[in-house]
C-alpha cells in the first residue's frame, strides 16, 4: 500500500485568495492524481501531474485556476487560485501504487471559502 | 463519455447481508474499484476487480462481469460501522491517463439497529 500525506487538512479561506495543497507519497510513483469532491457530489478529476512535465487537465479544469507542480516522484502541489465559494471541496491527492495497481487516496484536505 | 451508476441510497438492518449494484459504460476498462467514505472523510479502499468473477475480502464481496459492464459490491454481517457512501469507480486505460478513475455517484448506505 502507499501512504499519502495531505497538508492543510482543513483551512477557511478569504474569498479572493490562493491556497496550495502539498501531498506527500512515502514512495516514488509515476503520476499522481488531483481529486475534486464538492458537496454531496462523487469525486472527479481535475488533472493529472507527471514528474518533469506539465500536467494535464480535465475538461472543465485551467491551469490559471489550479496550477499543480511535480518536482519528484514523492511530491506534488495543487494551487486553488482566486477562490471563490464555489471552490468550497474536499481535495483529495491520489497515487497508483503496491500490488495489483491498487489507486489509494490521501487524508483530503478540506476547504471552506467564505 | 464514461457513465457510471449506482443507486443513491440504500438502508439494511445490522446482521444482514446487502449488495450494492454497479453499472458502467466506459470506453476503456482496466478494473473497477469500490471505495468507502465515511462522512467527513476520504475514501477508503475495498476491493480491485480486473477479471470476472467473485473477489472475497473478509465481510466484503465483489463481484465484476465485462461483458455485462456490471459489478456488485456485497456486504455481510452488517454492522453500524458499515453506514457510510460507497463509490464505484472505473479505471478506463486511456494511455497517459493510466490510472485514472471515473466514479459513480456513490450509493447511501444507512444500517439501523
Known amino acids: 500500500s502507499a501512504v499519502i500525506s495531505q497538508k492543510p487538512s482543513r483551512d477557511i479561506c478569504q474569498r479572493g485568495t490562493s491556497l496550495t495543497i502539498q501531498c506527500q507519497v512515502d514512495?516514488?510513483?509515476?503520476?499522481m492524481f488531483w481529486y475534486r469532491q464538492q458537496p454531496g457530489q462523487s469525486l472527479t478529476l481535475i488533472a493529472t501531474?507527471?514528474?518533469?512535465?506539465?500536467?494535464?487537465?480535465e475538461s472543465g479544469f485551467v491551469i490559471d485556476k489550479f496550477p499543480i507542480s511535480r518536482p519528484n516522484l514523492t511530491f506534488s502541489t495543487l494551487t486553488v487560485s482566486n477562490m471563490s465559494p464555489e471552490d468550497s471541496s474536499i481535495y483529495l491527492c491520489?497515487?497508483?501504487?503496491?500490488?495489483?495497481?491498487?489507486?489509494?487516496f490521501g487524508e483530503g484536505s478540506w476547504l471552506t471559502v467564505v | 463519455g464514461q457513465n457510471i451508476d449506482q443507486p443513491t441510497e440504500m438502508t439494511a438492518t445490522e446482521g444482514a447481508i446487502v449488495q450494492i449494484n454497479c453499472t458502467y459504460q466506459?470506453?476503456?476498462?482496466?478494473?473497477l474499484f469500490w471505495y468507502q467514505q465515511h462522512a467527513g472523510e476520504a475514501p477508503t479502499f475495498l476491493s480491485y476487480?480486473?477479471?470476472?468473477g467473485l473477489e472475497e475480502k473478509g465481510r466484503f464481496s465483489s463481484f465484476l462481469s465485462r461483458s455485462k459492464g456490471y459489478s456488485y459490491l456485497l456486504l455481510k454481517e452488517l454492522q453500524m460501522k458499515d453506514s457510510a457512501s460507497y463509490l464505484c469507480?472505473?479505471?478506463?486505460?486511456?494511455?497517459?491517463?493510466?490510472?485514472?478513475?471515473?466514479f459513480g455517484r456513490g450509493t447511501q448506505l444507512t444500517v439501523w439497529p
Open positions: 491520489s497515487v497508483e501504487a503496491g500490488t495489483g495497481n491498487t489507486i489509494y
Open positions: 514512495s516514488q510513483v509515476t503520476m
Open positions: 501531474a507527471n514528474q518533469g512535465s506539465e500536467a494535464t487537465y
Open positions: 466506459t470506453s476503456g476498462f482496466n478494473g
Open positions: 476487480n480486473v477479471l470476472d
Open positions: 469507480a472505473v479505471r478506463a486505460d486511456r494511455g497517459s491517463t493510466l490510472g485514472r478513475l471515473y
